[in-house]
C-alpha cells in the first residue's frame, strides 16, 4: 500500500501563504532561510511582504518584535536551533518580555537534521521556549495538523514558538481544528498512556499496533500544544490506565515528559517513563537510523512501552 | 520671549534635577549616562518627535528607543516634563512595584516603546520598527539612542547592515559617546573606534556632534535624514554626569549609590541650574 508522503516544510509555507491571503498583517522575515521553510510561492506573490536578512538571526528576532509593534505579524522560520538557542534573549525579551505578537517556526527540529551532526539537532527547544512566560510551544504531528496549527498561531496574539521536521510525513488522523491547548485521544486503551508530540506521533501509532498484538492496551493521546499543556487530558489520562509513557523527538529532560511529570506529580503521582533523547550531544547518520539507534522508531518505543508495562505488573 | 535653544536648555536643566530627584528616590541609579544622553532626550521629546502624551500610542507617532536601557532616568525624566504622568511618580523610583523600573517597561509607562536593559537589542528593534512604520506608509520617525559601550554587542551591527540594506531614512541613531564604561575608557576595554567610520562603512550616513550643546542638537535633528535612502547615525560626544560640576567625567559615577551630604550638594547644585534657566 501506498502511502501518502508531504514535506512538512512545504506544508507548513502553504498554510503561511494562504493565511496570509486573507490577512494583510502577515510578513516573512528570512534569515537565508525562507526558501528552504516552505516560503518560495509567498515571495513570489507578497514580495513587499518578505524581508529576507541574510544569517543574522539575533537581529531578526529583535527585527520581528519591531516590526510586531507596527501592527505586523511577523512569521519567521529557520533551522530550530538557530531561532530559539541562538537568539534564545532576543527571544525571551524582544518577543516574551515585550508581548508580540510573533511566530517562530523551528524547522528540521529534533535530529532530523540527523547526518549534520549536533550543532544542526535541537533537542532543547522545547525547553528553552516554554521558559520564557506567555509562550507558547507547539509540535503539530502531521501534515493536516500543521495546517491547522499556522491557522491557530495566526489567530493567537502572542509569540509562539512552533516546530516542524523535515522527514515526509503522512497523514495520521482525521482532522479537526487544532484548538491550542488541547490535545487529542486517539486511541483508547487501558493499561498504560502513551502521551506524544510532534514528528514521533506517528511512531507512537504503530507501536500502540504493535503493543495490542502483544497484550497491552495503550491509550494514545496526541499533543499537538506542548505548552501550555492540556492538564485535564494529562490528568484524565493517568486516572483511566495509571502508566504513562511520553514521547517526544527532544532531550528526556526540560520537554514534554518533564511538562507531564509536573502536572501529574502535582495533582495526581503516576509513574511515568519519558521517552526521548538521552542527554549528550547525539551521534549522527541517516535520520531513519539514528531514531531507531535511540529506540524511538515504532518497534523501539513498543518495547520500551511494554517492558515499562511489564515492570509495573 | 525664550528662543528654541534657551527653552530646551530650560528642560533639561529640570530633566537633570528629576533624574536626582529619582535617586532620592530610589537610593541609587545609573547617573552617568542619563545625564550624558540627557539634552538629546530632552531636544527629542520637546523639539523634535511628534508625540502625544494624551494619545500616547497614536499610530502615527515618532518612536523613541533607549537601546541603553539603563540611561532609563533621562528617559523618565523628559516623559514626566513633556506630561506623559505626573511627576510624582519619579518618587517611587526604585521602590517595590513601581512603574519606573531600573530599566523601561513598554507595559507600565506610557511613552515608553521597548522592554530595552538587555544591551545590543535596541537597534534591531528599531529597525523592524521603521520598516513597520515605512510599510505602513507613514512618515514616522525612530529615533534610537545607543551607549558607546554597546557598541561591541554584535547584534547590534546585524541590525546596522540590515537599516542600510533597507535604506531606512526615518531611523536615525545616536550614539550617546561618553566614553566610559564600567570598567573604564571605552577604547581600552574594546576599541571600536573610529565609529563613524564603521557606521558609515556599513552604508550610513552620519555626523559627529558634541551631544552636550543643544544648538548643535536642534540643527543635527533639522538635518535627519542626512542623506536621502540611509539611516542616519549620529556620534554624540556627551560628558558623563554631564551638568553636576563634581561628577563630570568620572568613571566612579556610571552607577552613583550617594551619601546624603553628596546628594544634598547635587538637589542644591541643580536646583541653582533650574532657578538660573528660569531667570533666563
Redesign the interface.
Known amino acids: 500500500m501506498d502511502v501518502k508522503l508531504s514535506d512538512p516544510r512545504k506544508i507548513f509555507g502553504a498554510a503561511v501563504l494562504e493565511a496570509a491571503r486573507h490577512n494583510p498583517d502577515i510578513?516573512v522575515l528570512s534569515a537565508d532561510s525562507g526558501g528552504s521553510s516552505g516560503h518560495g510561492d509567498f515571495k513570489k506573490q507578497f514580495p513587499?511582504?518578505y524581508?529576507e536578512?541574510?544569517i543574522?538571526e539575533?537581529?531578526?528576532?529583535?527585527?520581528?518584535?519591531?516590526?510586531?509593534?507596527?501592527?505586523?505579524i511577523?512569521v519567521f522560520c529557520a533551522i530550530a536551533p538557530f531561532v530559539t538557542s541562538r537568539p534564545f534573549?532576543?527571544f525571551r525579551?524582544?518577543l516574551g518580555?515585550?508581548?508580540q505578537n510573533v511566530k517562530i517556526v523551528g524547522r528540521n527540529s529534533g535530529i532530523s537534521y540527523s547526518d549534520l551532526g549536533a550543532t544542526h539537532h535541537s533537542l532543547e527547544d522545547f525547553a528553552l521556549t516554554r521558559m520564557i512566560p506567555g509562550v507558547t510551544v507547539l509540535a503539530p504531528q502531521d501534515p493536516g495538523e500543521i495546517t491547522s496549527a499556522v491557522y491557530a498561531i495566526l489567530e493567537h496574539k502572542g509569540p509562539v514558538y512552533m516546530r516542524i521536521g523535515n522527514d515526509p510525513i503522512p497523514d495520521l488522523f482525521e482532522q479537526s481544528p487544532l484548538e491550542i491547548g488541547k490535545g487529542r485521544i486517539l486511541r483508547e486503551g487501558s493499561d498504560v498512556t502513551v502521551i506524544s508530540t510532534g514528528t514521533l506521533t506517528g511512531a507512537a501509532i504503530e507501536a500502540a499496533g504493535f503493543l495490542e498484538a502483544r497484550g497491552v492496551s495503550a491509550r494514545l493521546v496526541g499533543m499537538p500544544t506542548v505548552y501550555p499543556i492540556d492538564r485535564d487530558l494529562v490528568l484524565e489520562s493517568a486516572r483511566s490506565t495509571g502508566l504513562v509513557v511520553t514521547v517526544e523527538e527532544h532531550y528526556v529532560i526540560g520537554g514534554l515528559g518533564t511538562i507531564v511529570q509536573e502536572v501529574l506529580s502535582e495533582e495526581l503521582p503516576t509513574k511515568v517513563r519519558k521517552l526521548g533523547l538521552p542527554h549528550v550531544y547525539a551521534t549522527s547518520g541517516p535520520y531513519r537510523e539514528l531514531l531507531a539507534h535511540y529506540g524511538l522508531d515504532a518497534p523501539g518505543l513498543a518495547a520500551s512501552v511494554e517492558d515499562f508495562v511489564n515492570k509495573a505488573r | 520671549m525664550l528662543g528654541t535653544i534657551e527653552l530646551l536648555e530650560r528642560h533639561a536643566a529640570r530633566c537633570r534635577r528629576s533624574v536626582v530627584r529619582m535617586v532620592r528616590s530610589s537610593g541609587a541609579g545609573h547617573l552617568g549616562g542619563s545625564l550624558s544622553c540627557l539634552d538629546i532626550v530632552t531636544a527629542l521629546y520637546f523639539h523634535a518627535m511628534d508625540v502625544d502624551p494624551k494619545n500616547p500610542g497614536k499610530t502615527n507617532r515618532d518612536?523613541f528607543i533607549l537601546s541603553a536601557g539603563h540611561k532609563c532616568m533621562a528617559q523618565y525624566a523628559a516623559l514626566a516634563e513633556r506630561g506623559f504622568f505626573d511627576i510624582s511618580l519619579l518618587d517611587t523610583y526604585g521602590k517595590l512595584n513601581t512603574k519606573l523600573p531600573g530599566h523601561p517597561d513598554?507595559?507600565k509607562l506610557p511613552g515608553v516603546?521597548?522592554?530595552t536593559?538587555?544591551l545590543g537589542?535596541g537597534?534591531?528593534?528599531?529597525?523592524?520598527?521603521?520598516?513597520?512604520?515605512r510599510?505602513?506608509g507613514l512618515e514616522s520617525r525612530v529615533y534610537t539612542i545607543m551607549g558607546d559601550g554597546e557598541l561591541p554587542e554584535?547584534?547590534n551591527w546585524?541590525?546596522a547592515?540590515?537599516a542600510a540594506?533597507?535604506g531606512l531614512q526615518n531611523l536615525a541613531v545616536f550614539v550617546d559617546d561618553n566614553g566610559l564604561q564600567i570598567s573604564g575608557r571605552t577604547v581600552e576595554v574594546m576599541n571600536m573606534e573610529p565609529v563613524e567610520e564603521r557606521f558609515s562603512a556599513f552604508g550610513w550616513a552620519t555626523r559627529s556632534i558634541d551631544g552636550n550643546d543643544m544648538s548643535e542638537i536642534v540643527n543635527t535633528l533639522g538635518a535627519l535624514p542626512f542623506e536621502p535612502g540611509k539611516p542616519s547615525a549620529v556620534i554624540a560626544h556627551t560628558i558623563k554626569c554631564k551638568g553636576l560640576s563634581f561628577a563630570e567625567g568620572k568613571m566612579a559615577y556610571h552607577y552613583w549609590k550617594p551619601k546624603e551630604d553628596e546628594l544634598a550638594l547635587a538637589e542644591l547644585e541643580l536646583d541653582e541650574a533650574v532657578r538660573l534657566g528660569e531667570a533666563g
Open positions: 510578513v513587499d511582504r524581508y536578512f541574510g543574522m539575533q537581529g531578526v528576532v529583535g527585527i520581528a518584535s519591531g516590526l510586531a509593534t507596527t501592527g505586523k511577523p534573549e532576543m525579551n524582544d518580555y515585550m508581548k | 518612536r513598554m507595559h516603546e521597548a522592554n536593559g538587555a537589542h537597534l534591531s528593534i528599531s529597525v523592524g520598527m521603521a520598516l513597520g512604520l510599510a505602513a554584535g547584534s546585524e541590525a547592515a540590515a540594506h533597507y
